[in-house]
């Protein structure tokens, strides 16, 4: 290992344990009343996985499980979703001051008939046309 990548690796360990002991949390908590986590408020994460099934988002998981478009295949499409967070880019130009991570988008699973599976990745985003953020399918895994 290099000295850089060391430092690096040393750095990142320090600052984990710094950011998720139970000191710090515990201070981070008692400062501020704002939490930790933000959460997406229930009705955000129904419209998510609306979302989810769209003919885009239905195409984009047939794609990735390798349905061809002429193919009759069924995909169920899960009633529920999972946020999943990220760090707020935020949180270090605030000086640390909560929330430390924020929604990024909902993980949302389709099933083929064959029993394969993938997660579609559904987040707000904003038309290219212009308008508010929307919800819409990403990516799938």
């Known amino acids: 290992m290099s000295r850089h990548t060391g430092r690096r690796v040393a750095v990142t ?23 930790v986590v933000e959460t997406l408020p229930e009705q955000e994460v129904r419209v998510a996985v609306a979302a989810a099934r769209t003919p885009g988002a239905v195409n984009l998981a047939r794609s990735n ?14 009633d529920r979703g999972t946020v999943v967070h990220h760090l707020d880019p935020a949180f270090a130009e605030r000086g640390g001051r909560l929330p430390l991570a924020v929604p990024g988008y909902v993980a949302v699973t389709a099933h083929a008939g064959d029993g394969r599976a993938v ?16 919800w819409t399918a990403v990516a799938a895994a």
């Open 119 to 134: 997660t579609l990745q559904v987040a707000r985003v904003v038309p290219a046309g212009g308008g508010g953020p929307r």
């Open 13 to 35: 360990v320090l600052s984990a344990a710094a950011l998720w002991s139970p000191t710090a949390q515990g201070a981070a908590v008692a400062d501020s009343p704002r939490p």
């Open 65 to 78: 499980l390798g349905i061809s478009a002429g193919q009759s295949a069924a995909l169920r499409v899960e």
